[in-house]
C-alpha cells in the first residue's frame, strides 16, 4: 500500500474485525454484535474490504475539497473587501459589516479559517489563573456595574476621551456616554441617563476611583451625625437610595470590564465607517447603535422582576445631580465660593449672618444658594468687596550713628582694645590705691603707663 491512510478509532476496529471475518475466524452475524451495526451493513463493508482492501474504510470524501466549498471567485472578492476596508476587524464583527455594508455573506468561521491561512489573522490565546464564575444578579435592576473607558476612541482624527459605560448585571443591558473624564460631572451624568431611561436601581458596583470614594477624614459636622465621608457623587447616590459597593480586582467587575473589549473593539471601527470625531457627534451615534448592541447581547434574566424604583421629577434629578458646598453667610451677607463672591439680596426670610448655607454649582457654571430648602436670590459680584484698612503712621527710623563719645570713636586702629579715658583711670587708680598707700611719684607713673607716656 502506497503512502499513509488517515484512519480513525472507529475505523481501526472496523479493520481488525473485518480482516478476521474475511480469514473466517469469526462469523458476520458476530461481527455485526461487536461492531454494533446490522448484518446486512457487515456484508457490504465485507465485499468493500475484500475489492479494496484498508482503502475501504475511510470516507471517500476525506481529503477531498468540500462539497459546499465557496466558490473561488467570491472567496478572494470576500478576501479583497477584507483587505481593503476591514483590516483590522475581527472575523465575526467583520463577517457582520461584510453582510451589511457589502452584501457579501460568509460564516464567521470559515472567514477565521481563511484569515489564518493566509497569515492575516492569529488566534489569541487566553491563559490566566482560575477563578470562579460569579453568578448573575437574578432581577434587572439589582446590580448596575459603573466604569470609565479611557480610549484614543477618534483614532488619529480627534482628542483622547472616555466613555463611561453602565451595564445591568442580570441582562447585560447597557448604557454609553463619551465625556471629557471620569470626573463627577460626568459619572453624575452617566448615572442620570440610567435613571431617566429605566429608573432607580437598587445599587452600583464600582472601582476605588476617588471620584465614587473617598479616604479623608470625617468633619466635625460627619463626626457629630454620625455619618461617613462621602463624595460628591456618593451623596447624589445617598439622595437617591443607591448603595454603592466597591469591587476590589478588575476581574470582580467583570461584566463591565468585558463591555470595554467590545467596544473598544467595535464602537471604534464604527465610529471611523461613520466619519465621527467629536464628543458630541458620537453621543448622537450612540442613539441608534446602543440599541442593536442590547438586543445582540443582551440575556433574559433569571427573575422577571424589575427592581428599579421611579425616577424622581426632572427638577429633583437637577437639584441631585450636582455639587453641593457648605458655606457661611458674611455679615455684609456675601458667601465666597471657588473666589467668587455671591451677594445675597434683600428679600423676606433672609438668612442671619454667620449661618450655613448650600451653594449648588452645575457643570455649565450656573449657581444657586440654598437655606432650609430654600433657593436665594443672589447675584455675583464682578469684583471682592473693598475693605477699608487702617492707616498707619510712618516708622521713625533709629539713630543709628555712634556719638561724639562714643569709644569706637576714640578708637585709633581697628582690633586694638578699647583703653579706658584718663579721668576713669585716675578715678581707679585713687579708689584701689589711695594717696596714702603709694607716694605721689608712683601714682603718676601709673598714669603715664596706663595712657600710654613715656616714662
Known amino acids: 500500500m502506497k503512502g499513509y ?10 479493520h481488525l474485525v473485518l480482516d478476521r471475518v474475511v480469514k473466517e475466524e469469526l462469523r458476520p452475524c ?3 454484535r461487536i461492531l454494533e451495526i446490522t448484518y446486512r451493513h457487515v456484508q457490504r463493508l465485507v465485499r468493500a474490504y475484500r475489492d479494496r482492501g484498508e482503502d475501504s474504510l475511510p470516507h471517500g470524501l476525506r481529503g477531498g475539497p468540500g462539497t459546499h466549498r465557496t466558490d473561488a471567485a467570491i472567496k478572494e472578492k470576500i478576501l479583497e473587501s477584507y483587505r481593503t476596508n476591514y483590516k483590522d476587524f475581527g472575523p465575526t464583527f467583520a463577517s457582520e459589516k461584510l453582510l451589511e455594508r457589502d452584501g457579501l455573506t460568509v460564516n464567521p468561521e470559515t472567514l477565521r479559517l481563511w484569515l489564518i491561512e493566509s497569515g492575516e489573522w492569529t488566534p489569541k490565546k487566553r491563559r490566566g489563573r482560575h477563578r470562579k464564575r460569579r453568578e448573575r ?11 470609565g473607558s479611557h480610549h484614543n476612541w477618534f483614532e488619529e482624527r480627534g482628542d483622547r476621551c472616555c466613555l463611561m459605560t453602565l451595564v445591568d448585571d442580570a441582562t447585560g443591558r447597557s448604557s454609553f456616554l463619551f465625556t471629557r473624564d471620569e470626573g463627577t460631572f460626568a459619572v453624575m451624568a452617566a448615572l442620570r441617563g440610567w ?28 463626626q457629630l451625625a454620625g455619618a461617613s465621608p462621602v463624595t460628591q457623587f456618593g451623596r447624589a447616590c445617598t439622595s437617591l437610595g443607591i448603595r454603592i459597593i466597591a469591587a476590589r480586582s478588575p476581574q470582580a467587575k467583570g461584566r463591565v470590564e468585558n463591555k470595554h473589549g467590545l467596544t473598544q473593539d467595535r464602537l471604534v471601527k464604527e465610529l471611523r465607517l461613520a466619519g465621527i470625531n467629536t464628543i458630541a457627534a458620537a453621543n448622537k451615534f450612540l442613539e441608534t447603535w446602543l440599541p442593536q448592541i442590547n438586543e445582540r447581547f443582551g440575556v433574559s434574566p433569571a427573575d422577571a422582576t424589575d427592581l ?6 426632572a427638577e429633583d434629578l437637577d437639584g441631585i445631580f450636582c455639587r453641593h458646598e457648605e458655606r457661611s453667610v458674611g455679615n455684609d451677607w456675601v458667601v465666597r465660593y471657588n473666589n467668587k463672591y455671591l451677594q445675597i439680596v434683600r428679600q423676606a426670610n433672609l438668612p442671619p449672618s454667620r449661618s450655613a448655607v448650600t451653594v449648588r454649582e452645575w457643570e455649565d457654571g450656573r449657581m444657586e444658594v440654598w437655606f432650609k430648602e430654600r433657593c436665594l436670590q443672589h447675584k455675583e459680584l464682578t469684583a471682592p468687596p473693598k475693605r477699608v484698612k487702617p492707616e498707619k503712621a510712618p516708622a521713625v527710623p533709629k539713630k543709628s550713628v555712634p556719638d561724639a563719645q562714643h569709644p569706637w570713636r576714640t578708637e585709633d586702629t581697628c582690633g586694638k582694645a578699647i583703653r579706658p579715658t584718663k ?11 589711695g594717696d596714702g598707700h603709694l607716694p605721689a611719684a608712683v601714682r603718676d607713673i601709673m598714669r603715664n603707663v596706663t595712657h600710654g607716656g613715656d616714662l
Open 30 to 32: 458476530d461481527a455485526a
Open 423 to 433: 579721668a576713669l583711670t585716675e578715678e581707679l587708680v585713687d579708689f584701689y590705691l
Open 308 to 313: 428599579h424604583r421611579s425616577a424622581p421629577s
Open 137 to 147: 444578579r437574578a432581577c434587572f435592576g439589582d446590580l448596575i456595574q459603573v466604569d
Open 195 to 222: 435613571v431617566q431611561s429605566y429608573g432607580v436601581p437598587v445599587a452600583l458596583y464600582t472601582d476605588r476611583l476617588k471620584t465614587y470614594l473617598t479616604d479623608r477624614e470625617p468633619t466635625v459636622t460627619e
Open 5 to 14: 491512510l488517515s484512519m480513525s478509532q472507529k475505523e481501526r476496529n472496523q
